[in-house]
């Protein structure tokens, strides 16, 4: 089951990041943490960049309300997201 954190400022999910794969989706939950693979090199910033298009559009949010906030460099990060509840996050993986 995700690992979802409620704070005052939105949800905080944990995100897995494969990048550099053929496709941008979101696989499923892996050890509490939503696995999503991007084919944006892990370079820049772009991966980052794919991730928060690829939630923001799965969720129906403009892309400022999901923030990469932690994890910049790394494969596991932490994402902010705003505007949503828990139900539509978990939502992303039901079917899995």
């Known amino acids: 089951m995700l690992e979802l954190t409620q704070t005052p400022e939105g949800i905080v999910v944990p995100v897995?990041?494969?990048?550099?794969?053929s496709r941008d989706r979101?696989?499923?939950e892996m050890g509490g943490a939503l696995k999503v693979t991007v084919a944006a090199p892990p370079e820049k910033g772009k991966a980052n960049k794919a991730v928060v298009r690829l939630l923001?559009?799965?969720?129906?949010?403009?892309?400022n309300q999901v923030d990469v906030i932690?994890?910049?460099t790394s494969p596991n990060k932490s994402v902010l997201i705003t505007g949503t509840d828990e139900g539509a996050i978990r939502?992303?993986?039901?079917?899995?």
């Open 16 to 21: 897995k990041v494969v990048p550099g794969a």
């Open 26 to 28: 979101i696989v499923a």
């Open 56 to 63: 923001a559009k799965a969720l129906n949010l403009r892309p």
């Open 70 to 72: 932690r994890g910049a």
């Open 91 to 96: 939502s992303l993986v039901a079917g899995d």
